[in-house]
């Protein structure tokens, strides 16, 4: 497992980020505790977990299988209140039932309408003073809030966001508009969630089968919508993995690893064979013209704008030197 610059933070961490979303849910405590056992032989040291995981059941599980090992460990948690005396109490919360005096990273989960960015960037930087988040950053934000964020931070002297957490896929695109490019120019870190579009391009799904029984599309209503939507586009990509003798999941995941603006896919399991699988996609690299077959293989790209050069400005990942 190869190491990476997280951001501008001068801190590495390995190429994978582990999931935590199905601890506690699909993935039982003591499977949990075999998936991280797993992940740290395989050189893992990221993990990625959430107040509202759960309910808190995931970061308590998580208080109890991390015993011994958190050294060992770069962890991120969030909070989903933009309240700042609640982004500060969200984090002592996340700390109890973690067992830990501190996390790595603490992330806003989610903007939402009416948010007040001053008092709760002070909120942020309290707890990076206070020693409980080493560095703070945010998930889902479009690219001019998370600048007007840290405008607000840079001119207070504040801690900054350092990372955005955002979904990203061949078929969900919009983040190539604009967030990546910014995360190039100001070397932010980018986390992906739903890197093989909740296991939709891990092969298991079959366009017109029966769901697989033991799997999230049998409770997640948005695997059926998106297998009408996208079954041809999904096909072709199982077929064009399983062309090269690759799991079609570790496509999904190498065709992330390909775009320099990436830092690490956040890859979630319900069990150890699973990541005993996608352990193996660190070791994919695909040739560039498979990237470009991959990258138009489900006509999803973001067509906001009919023509002339601007549409491609927005994805320009090089209009600031260095
Ligand atoms: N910041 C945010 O707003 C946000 C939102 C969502 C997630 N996240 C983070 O991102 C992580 C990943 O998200 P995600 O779980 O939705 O992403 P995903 O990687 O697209 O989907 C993971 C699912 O794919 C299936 N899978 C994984 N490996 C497989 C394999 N080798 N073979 C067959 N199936 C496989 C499993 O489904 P089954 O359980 O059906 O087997 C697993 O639960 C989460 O754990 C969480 O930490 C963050």
Redesign the pocket.
């Known amino acids: 497992m190869d190491n990476v610059s997280f951001g501008n933070t001068g801190v590495s961490v390995s190429a994978m980020c582990l ?4 601890f506690g849910d ?1 993935c039982d405590e003591a499977e949990s505790d075999r998936v991280l056992a797993q992940a740290l032989d395989g050189g893992v040291n990221f993990i ?3 107040a509202m995981y759960g309910n808190g059941k995931t970061e308590t599980l998580l208080g109890r299988i991390l015993k011994g090992r958190r050294d060992r460990l770069f962890i991120a948690t ?1 909070v989903n209140h933009h309240d700042p005396q609640v982004i500060r109490a969200s984090l002592d919360e996340s700390l109890a039932r973690l067992q830990l005096d501190h996390v790595d990273l603490y992330l806003l ?2 903007p939402k309408p009416a948010m007040q960015p001053e008092p709760m960037m002070e909120a942020l930087n309290d707890v990076v003073k206070a020693g409980k988040a080493r560095f703070v950053g945010c ?2 934000f479009p690219a001019w809030l998370l600048a007007h964020f840290n405008a607000i931070a840079a001119r207070h002297g504040w801690a900054r966001l350092v990372c955005n ?1 955002i ?1 990203y ?1 061949p078929i969900e695109r919009g983040v190539e508009v604009e967030v990546l490019p910014q995360a190039r120019a100001e070397r932010l870190a980018i986390t992906v ?7 939709l391009l ?1 092969g ?1 799904y079959i366009p017109g089968q029966p769901l697989p029984a ?4 049998t409770t997640d209503a948005r695997i059926t919508r998106w297998l009408d939507k996208y079954g041809e586009g999904i096909t072709r990509f199982t077929a064009f993995a399983r062309d090269r003798n690759l ?1 079609p ?1 570790q496509v999904a995941v190498a065709w992330l690893r390909h775009n320099p603006a990436i830092t690490c896919p ?5 069990s150890a064979r ?1 990541l005993a ?2 352990l193996k996609t660190f070791d994919v690299t695909l040739s560039d013209a498979d990237y470009a077959a991959i990258t138009g293989m489900f006509d999803t790209a973001v067509k906001e704008e009919a023509a002339g050069s601007y549409p491609p400005l927005r994805r320009d990942m090089t209009p600031v030197a260095g």
Request: aromatic share 6%.
């Open positions: 999931g935590t979303m199905m699909r990625d977990t959430a969030k989960h989610w998930c889902n957490q979904p896929n969630y739903r890197p093989i579009v909740l296991g891990a298991k033991d799997s999230r599309g799991e999941g956040i890859v979630g399991v319900s699973q699988a996608n």
